[in-house]
């Protein structure tokens, strides 16, 4: 089967670091990318991550180990604006569909 | 540019019946995929679709169908519906269908079972 497993809630203040971690254990690998998802909106690409290391896009930053089939998304500088859901997401092979875990849900306050 | 839109944004229907929805994405971009998000769940595969062709099912029901015109958009439909069935519906596209093409979805289409 297919799993990959996220916590469920984060709570952080502004102006922290919050490190959001995503295990899986899909049959084939090809990446993982991380959504975020405020709500009632929709998915939006955040990064992805094919090779093991980490990726930097501004404020946020995504990890991957993938002979420890492990990855994270680490946010930094914390704003109100980011509390929303954060999806990591498995793409088996290429182009085909993506897998998702059930979102950590992030809660920042001031 | 404009990004993925779909149509419409809410639906209530009843049990038995049947919906259709619309899904037109990102100019330039020739893959569609549908999606469907349960209250507090990550978004599931259902289909996926490229130059026309199905390239991709996840596990749904027969109820469920799609397909893909010639201009790249897409129509979802769910037959004999149920409370199940309530759920947000996410279009997304991509240029095509390599390893690292990313997937932009759209804002979704609320659907109430009743």
């Known amino acids: 089967g297919q799993s990959l497993e996220q916590p469920s809630e984060v709570t952080a203040v502004e102006g922290a670091i919050v490190q959001i971690n995503c295990t899986y254990q899909t049959s084939g690998f090809y990446g993982l990318s991380w959504y975020q998802q405020h709500d009632g909106g929709a998915p939006t690409f955040l990064s992805y991550n094919a090779l093991d290391g980490l990726e930097e896009t501004g404020r946020f930053s995504s990890f991957l180990s993938r002979s420890d089939s492990y990855g994270y998304l680490l946010l930094q500088e914390l704003q109100m604006k980011d509390s929303a859901s954060y999806f990591c997401a498995v793409r088996r092979e290429a182009g085909t569909a993506l897998i998702f875990g059930k979102g950590t849900t992030l809660s920042v306050s001031s | 540019d404009a990004g993925v839109t779909q149509s419409p944004t809410h639906l209530i229907k009843t049990r038995g019946q049947q919906v259709t929805l619309r899904c037109s994405p990102i100019s330039g971009h020739k893959s569609v995929s549908w999606y469907q998000q349960v209250l507090g769940q990550g978004p599931q595969f259902i289909f996926q679709y490229y130059e026309k062709e199905e390239r991709g099912r996840g596990n749904f029901p027969d109820r469920f169908s799609a397909r893909q015109f010639p201009n790249y958009s897409s129509e979802l439909n769910v037959n004999a519906l149920l409370l199940g069935d309530s759920a947000l519906y996410l279009c997304?596209?991509?240029?095509?269908?390599?390893?690292?093409?990313?997937?932009?979805f759209g804002p979704g289409t609320r659907l109430t079972v009743l």
């Open positions: 997304a596209s991509s240029l095509a269908v390599s390893g690292t093409d990313t997937q932009y």
